[in-house]
Every structure is written in C-alpha cells, then in structure tokens.
C-alpha cells in the first residue's frame, strides 16, 4: 500500500491505490491533496479556488 505523508501537517496515512491527478483528503487535517507524481509518490495541496467577480 502507498504511504502518503501530508504536506500541510505531516501526518501518515495508507491508500490501497493512487492514480496520477488523483485527489485525497488527509484524514488527520482534512486538507485536500493531489497526486502529482507517482514515481515518487508526491502530493501537494490543491489551492482554493478564487472566486472570479470580473473584475
């Protein structure tokens, strides 16, 4: 099983299985993160998205 370790608290946890682009959410901080490579297996945060008023 993949070890991921949170980017944002540090925290470990294991998934059966990754996919590239996939979206987790840690389940000690709550934070969303994307799989950006797998080989190393690396996550990162996915950013808020911004409101756009047109401005």
């Known amino acids: 099983?993949?070890?991921i370790?949170?980017?944002v608290c540090g925290g470990e946890f294991e998934v059966?299985?990754?996919e590239l682009?996939?979206?987790l959410e840690c389940p000690v901080c709550g934070?969303?993160?994307e799989v950006v490579s797998?080989?190393?297996l690396v996550v990162?945060?996915?950013?808020e998205v911004e409101e756009d008023w047109g401005e």
């Open 44 to 47: 990162e945060e996915v950013p």
């Open 38 to 40: 797998l080989n190393p």
């Open 5 to 7: 370790v949170c980017p």
């Open 16 to 18: 059966e299985s990754v």
């Open 21 to 23: 682009h996939e979206v």
């Open 31 to 33: 934070v969303e993160l």
């Open 1 to 3: 099983m993949p070890k």
